[in-house]
């Protein structure tokens, strides 16, 4: 990343991009879209000729901060996002503008209204004009619209402003993410909930609720299976936006609208999952022999209970009882889970209890690097443990080929099928209503001891 420091001038200017020149060294890098303006960095694009008619100026020109990151991630996120808006201005006319609502606000309120007042006239008793009008708060900008359209002059803005008057704003796709976010929940699902929804809204620009079709719903699922996204990728991201175009049809009024994203999933849903393979026998004695580390104890402590990742690596001291020799996995703070049958309490074998042992007692948790009691790093912890695995046990094994490793080992050991779900968090935990909690966790300890038998021999 080149730093913000470095002197930089303009290379050539061209009739669509701004090329500027880093010096760095003896090399020299050419950043599209750059502009030196008196010393200052700008992104500058020039509005491409078809589209000047869409926005308040032919040059889109955007202040660079260094605390935004270096200038050239910004003029490349820049330049895409205008790339984005471009294409979907040109596939759907209807598409809107990121600020148009807040220029058709401001124009209104230059004459002292607002969106939605042009259908309701001044009682009578408090307006000082009534022999002429029942509108007079509208003749001022009437006056200036109607002058515009005479003239040849009217915008898009001035035509949205005079239509705004009297239909206020219509719901947007922007307003249905604001609504969904809306709920408390932090972490992974908020970052891809976001997500999902800003690369919605790329898709053909933040359009109106109503006007975003079936059809164009069927288009976007297909668009993210042709850039390669798996099925249940599509379908998680598909549930999401499904979910929140009903809330926003809820919460806003907005009735006998059929939701766009209903009975919609992708073509051989699941076909296209690859399957992650189960460690062997001697690959689970290599991680237990293996030298000394943290790694190793996250590890352990993974394959004995067969926990995803970001459950373990945000474990507290808490979770862990002596007395019962096992964990409990649960919410807390910004930490959520999977599912709601992700809660579950799962006792330990010996080298799960070894790992446990000499993970640090001084914090409130087993690993302060990838959680603070309050959120966790699942991310991190997976791409350390992988690479960590790469070296013990070669290339393909992944952290998440332990939870697939125990299920293996349990079904192996004919363990019954709502036992082995119940170990892993796949179903609701029934065994402690039928056996009580002592029971329940002997009936799941001795199920462990026969997967892990072979370790014995």
């Not at 004009?129 to 915008?155: C, I, M, Q």
């Not at 932090?186 to 053909?204: A, Q, T």
Request: hydrophobic share 35%; net charge positive.
């Amino acid at each position: 990343m080149l730093s913000q420091s470095f002197v930089f001038d303009i290379l050539s200017t061209q009739r669509v991009i701004y090329l500027a020149k880093f010096k760095f060294y003896n090399n020299q890098f050419l950043i599209p879209y750059l502009k030196n303006d008196r010393g200052l960095p700008y992104y500058r694009r020039i509005v491409p000729a078809d589209l000047r008619h869409r926005f308040p100026s032919s040059v889109i020109l955007t202040r660079l901060f260094e605390k935004n990151g270096s200038l050239a991630t910004q003029c490349y996120k820049l330049g895409q996002q205008h790339s984005e808006l471009f294409d979907a201005f040109r596939t759907n006319p209807n598409a809107k503008l990121p600020g148009d609502k807040r220029a058709v606000e401001a124009l209104l309120h230059k004459y002292g209204l607002r969106a939605g007042v042009g259908s309701a006239p001044i009682p009578r008793h408090q307006n000082p004009y009534h022999k002429y009008s029942e509108t007079p708060h509208l003749d001022d900008f009437l006056h200036y619209y109607n002058e515009r359209v005479e003239e040849g002059l009217a915008t898009n803005l001035d035509a949205d402003a005079f239509k705004a008057l009297s239909d206020g704003f219509p719901a947007l796709l922007s307003d249905a993410k604001r609504i969904y976010l809306q709920d408390p929940r932090e972490g992974k699902w908020r970052v891809s909930s976001e997500s999902y929804w800003d690369r919605l809204i790329s898709f053909k620009g933040d359009m109106p609720l109503v006007s975003f079709t079936h059809l164009l719903a069927r288009e976007y699922k297909d668009t993210r299976s042709a850039q390669g996204a798996k099925t249940q990728t599509v379908m998680k991201e598909l549930n999401i936006l499904k979910s929140g175009f009903s809330k926003a049809f809820l919460e806003l009024g907005i009735l006998e609208t059929n939701n766009p994203f209903k009975n919609l999933r992708p073509d051989r849903l699941g076909k296209d999952a690859t399957k992650k393979p189960s460690l062997t026998h001697d690959q689970v004695r290599a991680i237990i022999s293996a030298p000394e580390c943290e790694n190793k104890n996250f590890a352990l402590i993974q394959m004995a209970t067969g926990a995803r990742c970001s459950e373990i690596a945000g474990l507290r001291l808490m979770d862990f009882s002596s007395q019962l020799k096992a964990i409990t996995i649960i919410e807390y703070e910004n930490r959520t889970l999977k599912t709601e049958n992700s809660r579950r309490t799962t006792p330990l074998l010996d080298f799960g209890l070894l790992a446990v042992g000499k993970c640090p007692s001084d914090d409130a948790v087993f690993f302060p690097r990838y959680s603070d009691g309050k959120s966790v790093k699942g991310d991190n912890a997976s791409a350390n443990i992988n690479k960590w695995l790469n070296k013990i046990v070669g290339k393909g094994i992944t952290s998440h080929c332990f939870r697939h490793t125990l299920t293996t080992l349990l079904r192996e050991a004919d363990v019954p099928e709502d036992l082995r779900e119940e170990i892993t968090g796949h179903s609701n935990q029934k065994s402690s209503a039928n056996y009580g909690e002592a029971s329940s966790l002997e009936r799941k300890s001795k199920a462990l001891e026969k997967a892990f038998s072979f370790l014995k021999e």
